[in-house]
């Protein structure tokens, strides 16, 4: 089983970013899939969560309107898409595929880096 994160990098403030995640020994639409972040010495925050059948949850009142969430079944990969970023928004973005969207036990990706600089 495998997650793997793609698409961070280094964006100026107001850009945008796709991640993705995908999954391979698994299938992500059997799962709560969910994008957590971790800044540089803060805890780990769960940000968006997205389920079959229950939807999209947002966690961070912080993101809403801005960052969302989507799957594509056919490529089993999760996306999170990053609109009007900013500089708090840097920090190392993983995917985790849980049972719940609550849950933290689960498989999860390492990471990949997103940075909101000028």
């Known amino acids: 089983v495998q997650l793997v994160e793609s698409g961070g990098g280094l964006v100026q403030p107001g850009g945008s970013l796709r991640l993705s995640c995908v999954g391979s020994?698994?299938?992500?639409?059997?799962?709560?899939i969910s994008w957590f972040r971790q800044a540089p010495g803060e805890g780990r925050e769960r940000v968006l969560c997205?389920?079959?059948?229950?939807?999209?949850?947002v966690y961070l009142d912080s993101v809403k309107g801005r960052l969302t969430i989507s799957s594509d079944t056919a490529k089993n990969t999760v996306y999170l898409q990053m609109n009007s970023l900013r500089p708090d928004d840097t920090a190392v973005y993983y995917c985790?595929?849980?049972?719940?969207?609550?849950?933290?036990?689960?498989?999860y990706g390492r990471g990949t880096q997103v940075t909101v600089s000028s």
């Open positions: 985790a595929a849980v049972l719940k969207c609550g849950d933290y036990d689960g498989y």
């Open positions: 020994g698994l299938t992500l639409a059997d799962y709560a």
């Open positions: 997205i389920k079959k059948g229950e939807g999209r949850k």
